[in-house]
Structures are given as structure tokens and as C-alpha cells.
């Protein structure tokens, strides 16, 4: 009496390698083997570069020289960058008055910005005396911003 086999048998693989096999044999000596591979190669995605980081937009440091300064006499300002490069800068003082002093411009080559000016007549106010500086640095659409004050005597 004849009998018949039948094995089917399927693996997966992380390389997607699948191995399909199917074995008939009957008992009197007669074998069919049928054999199907499919190999399928991924290809390989490309990693990301990672690109440099900007220097960190800020200020090396402000300095505003005289913190007490009489009307008409010269007031100095000076700005370093933290990056030595060129960058935009806002410079903006206040007077309790309201009146207002204000600089656009750009820092030289190396972040360095300076100016002197004279403070004017009737800056001050019956209220206060204090002048408030606004120092804005720019770069692209990166901003770094402080402030400092000083006082106008009469």
C-alpha cells in the first residue's frame, strides 16, 4: 500500500530570505522535490550627517564707562560679541525724558562695536534721572539681547 508524504516548510530571515519547500515521496520509490527561494536585498538607507552646531550668539560684554555723567559731557559705549565675527547690532538709550538715542548698525570683524556720544539737555526727568541702554545683537534669525542703565546729573 503506497502512502504519500507531504512537507512544507517556510523560513523567515532578517536579510527577507523566505525558503519554501515541498516534499512528496511515496513508498515506492518514486521522489519529487520541488525547491523555491525567494532572496529580496534591502538597500541600505544612508545614515544622516550631522551638521555643525552655530556659535552661540551672545555677548562677550557691554559696558556702558560712566555710570554717573553730566548733561553735555561724552558718554561711551562698547559691545563684544562672544563670536568674533560680524554681526548686526540695535543699540537703543533711553533718557527719562523720552527722549531717544538709537544705533543701527553692525559690529566690526572681530564683535567689536564703539561709540561716544554727548548726552543732551533735558534728559532728565523731575522723577528720575536714570537712562536705561538696550544692546541687541543679530545674526540670520538668531538674537542675543541685555541692557544696562546709568544716571545724567545736573
Not at 515541498?22 to 520509490?29: E, I, K, L, N, Y
Not at 564707562?65 to 561724552?74: A, D, E, L, T
Not at 568674533?84 to 566690526?108: A, C, M, N
Amino acid at each position: 500500500m503506497p502512502t504519500a508524504t507531504a512537507t512544507s516548510t517556510a523560513t523567515a530571515v532578517n536579510t527577507a530570505t523566505a525558503v519554501n519547500t515541498a516534499t512528496s515521496v511515496p513508498t515506492d520509490t518514486a521522489t519529487a522535490t520541488a525547491t523555491a527561494t525567494a532572496t529580496s536585498t534591502d538597500t541600505p538607507v544612508p545614515t544622516a550627517t550631522s551638521l555643525p552646531k552655530p556659535a552661540v550668539l551672545g555677548f562677550g560684554y557691554v559696558s556702558v564707562w560712566y555710570h554717573f555723567i553730566s548733561v553735555g559731557h561724552k558718554q561711551h559705549l562698547q559691545v563684544q560679541a562672544k563670536s568674533h565675527s560680524k554681526h548686526g547690532i540695535w543699540v537703543t538709550v533711553q533718557f527719562p525724558s523720552g527722549l531717544t538715542k538709537r544705533w543701527y548698525t553692525e559690529t566690526d570683524n572681530h564683535g567689536l562695536w564703539k561709540t561716544d556720544f554727548v548726552i543732551p539737555g533735558g534728559s532728565t526727568s523731575k522723577k528720575s534721572n536714570r537712562a536705561l541702554v538696550t544692546f541687541q545683537l543679530w545674526k540670520g534669525k538668531r538674537t542675543a539681547k541685555t541692557f544696562s542703565s546709568f544716571y545724567v546729573v545736573r
